[in-house]
C-alpha cells in the first residue's frame, strides 16, 4: 500500500479508537520504518492524471520486529501513566467537596460513553466476528469498573470512612500540614536515608566472590 490507503484503511477499521494515531505524520513514519529496513518499496502506482504513489511492502525484518514487538506489549504489562492516575495522585491540591463534585461529573460522563460503547458493540457483533471487536470490548469493561471503583470512592469519601479525608479537609481549611501527614513525611525522609545508608554500604563492602 502506499501511506494514504493505510491511512483509508486505519481509519475504516476505527483503529484510532485504540491507537493514538497522528495521520500527517504518516509519510514520515512510513520513510522511517524504510530507513530502519522494516518496509521497502514494492511498486509505483498511477491512477490517471494523478501524481505516481509509491507502495510499500513488509520486510522480513518488518515481520519479526512487529511480531516481537506485539508479543512484548500483550504479554508484558506497562507502566502507561494514564492522565486520571496522574489527577489523583494530586487530587489532594483540590477542596473535599469540589473533589467530589468533579468525581461525580467523571463517573456520568464515563457511564454515558459506557452506554454509547456498549450499543456499538452490540452493533458491531451482528455484522463481525467477535475477535475484530475485542479491543472494544475491553474498552468498555474499562469504563465499567472505573464507573465501579469512583462510585465506591465517592460513598467513602461522603461517609467520612475513607481515611485521610478529615485530615484533608483540615488542610483546606488551616493551610497547615496536619501533624499526621507531617510524621509521615518525616518517616519516609528516615526509610529513605537508611535505604540509601545500606546502598553505600554495599558499595563500600560488596559480597565475597564464591
Do not use: C
Not at 522511517?32 to 514494492?42: D, Q, R
Not at 490517471?48 to 510499500?56: A, F, Q, S, W
Not at 528516615?190 to 559480597?207: G, T
Request: glycine share 6%.
Amino acid at each position: 500500500m502506499h501511506p494514504y490507503e493505510i491511512a483509508q484503511v486505519l481509519r475504516q477499521r476505527g483503529k484510532e479508537q485504540s491507537i493514538k494515531i497522528n495521520y500527517g505524520s504518516l509519510y514520515t513514519v512510513v520513510q522511517n520504518l524504510e530507513k530502519h529496513g522494516f518496509v521497502e518499496v514494492a511498486g509505483v502506482q498511477r491512477q490517471g492524471n494523478r501524481p505516481e504513489r509509491t507502495l510499500y511492502g513488509l520486510t522480513q525484518a518488518g515481520a519479526v520486529e512487529t511480531h516481537d514487538w506485539l508479543a512484548d506489549l500483550v504479554a508484558v504489562p506497562q507502566e502507561e501513566y494514564p492522565a486520571f492516575e496522574s489527577a489523583l495522585s494530586l487530587m489532594l491540591i483540590l477542596p473535599v467537596d469540589e473533589a467530589v463534585a468533579l468525581l461525580g461529573e467523571r463517573a456520568r460522563e464515563v457511564e454515558l460513553r459506557a452506554a454509547s460503547t456498549r450499543a456499538v458493540l452490540e452493533k458491531l457483533r451482528d455484522d463481525l466476528p467477535r475477535v475484530f471487536t475485542i479491543e472494544t470490548e475491553y474498552q468498555l469493561h474499562m469504563m465499567d469498573a472505573e464507573v465501579r471503583w469512583v462510585r465506591g470512592l465517592l460513598d467513602e469519601i461522603q461517609e467520612g470512612t475513607l481515611s485521610g479525608t478529615a485530615e484533608w479537609r483540615q488542610w483546606h481549611e488551616t493551610r497547615e500540614v496536619p501533624q499526621e501527614w507531617a510524621d509521615i513525611e518525616e518517616q519516609v525522609k528516615d526509610a529513605s536515608a537508611a535505604e540509601r545508608f545500606k546502598e553505600e554500604l554495599a558499595k563500600l563492602n560488596p559480597p565475597a566472590a564464591e
